[in-house]
């Protein structure tokens, strides 16, 4: 059954990575043409082959929920491939609301590395640990992924529409921040690259080091450490000594990846730039010269209306009723609950702005760049760096 589970993600990433290049397909032939009212044989073909895609990746975890006995929301692994189909999830039904093929071209790049960068961690099968053993880990984490998905969306909109206004001509501010989130985004596929060449490489360096609690543990590494443990012995010879440690609250093994994720992008990032001869948000603006600039805001912000109230009601509302059961407290000013408690705070401000200040068009898709950016940031840089209490989901 975990065999199949598997096959079948992978089959989803297949089918999601074919029709990325069907919705170009389509976007190109209408730049051909004369403006059409339906979607062309391009984007039907695109669509069906991302349907098929999430049923196989619905298929993944209902027979993983099945092996394993219990939803598979418990680590990072289960959590981001869950967060990449609610995602899929979310463009399909909007795409049936809009008709609009460059919303894939844009939406489903994000899916993808969502689901490659979930590749990345540990998918063995295991029980769950006490504090997960309720069935408001169903609940809340379903909950969280769905509302942050349908707000992943809205990223996605407001990107399409920083592309096709940006003045790409001049250099500026805008330029320099919008490629900034470009390079963002190669830097996850930096992030892929690294950690799937040290694996084929099977690097292993272990290191006695004391943790937080002053005990002497044990930690391996899967990459030349350039940051080490708090108080750090490398046990083997010949491996990389690392360049600097770091406290015992550090997750240093998890730092070490994302530094080496940051200089993979660095490099990839370069290369992209020598290959085009210019940003990549010029190189990718010809791909939006049909698109309606009022259309991509408004599912921007819609994208923001839905998401707002889901997220609201898995990152607050449950979460704080599972930890009063878990750990007897609402609240406990624990790394995550703080950054969700940001990330709430933040769509609140851009509701607020939109609704009561007018912020609409191209402020508004730069709030919905950032709100993504903050969601990453508790995906990515929380999860892998800062010990916390919900540490057990980086595992």
Known sequence: MANLSSNLLFAAFILYLVAIPFFGGAIKQKNGSKEQKSPNKWANIAIFLTIIGFIAQLGYFIT?????????????????????MCLVAAFILIYFLYKTPILGLFVLP???????????????????????QSYWLQIHVSTVALGEAIL????????????????????????????????????????????TTFSLMDYKATYNWIDKNQIESTLEYNMP??????????VETGKFEPIIEVPAIVNAKKLNTVIWSLLAGVLLYLLIRLILRKRIGAALQPLTKNIKLDLVDEISYRSVLIGFPVFTLGGLVFAMIWAQIAWT???????????????????A?????????????????????????????????VNLVIAGLHSYAGS
């Open 349 to 381: 401000a851009f509701l607020h702005l939109r609704l009561s200040k007018g912020w609409h068009g191209e402020k508004s898709a730069w709030l919905a760049v950032i709100g993504f950016a903050i969601i990453m940031f508790n995906l990515i840089a």
């Open 64 to 84: 993983r929920w099945m092996a394993a006995g219990h939803a598979p929301l418990s680590n990072l692994f289960e959590y981001t491939t869950f967060f990449g």
């Open 225 to 234: 450490a350039l940051v080490g443990p708090h108080q750090g012995e490398l």
């Open 329 to 347: 407290r609402f609240w406990g000013w624990d790394p995550k609950e703080v950054w969700a408690l940001i990330t709430w705070l933040f769509y």
């Open 152 to 195: 992943a969306v809205s990223f996605g909109a407001a990107l399409i529409y920083l592309v096709k206004s940006v003045d790409q001509s001049k250099r500026s501010k805008k330029t320099v921040w919008l490629e900034v989130v470009m390079f963002s985004i190669v830097s996850v596929i930096g992030f892929i690259v690294v950690t």
């Open 110 to 132: 994000v899916a993808l590395l969502i689901i490659a960068y979930a590749s990345m961690f540990p998918r063995e099968l295991s029980p769950l640990i006490p504090a997960l």
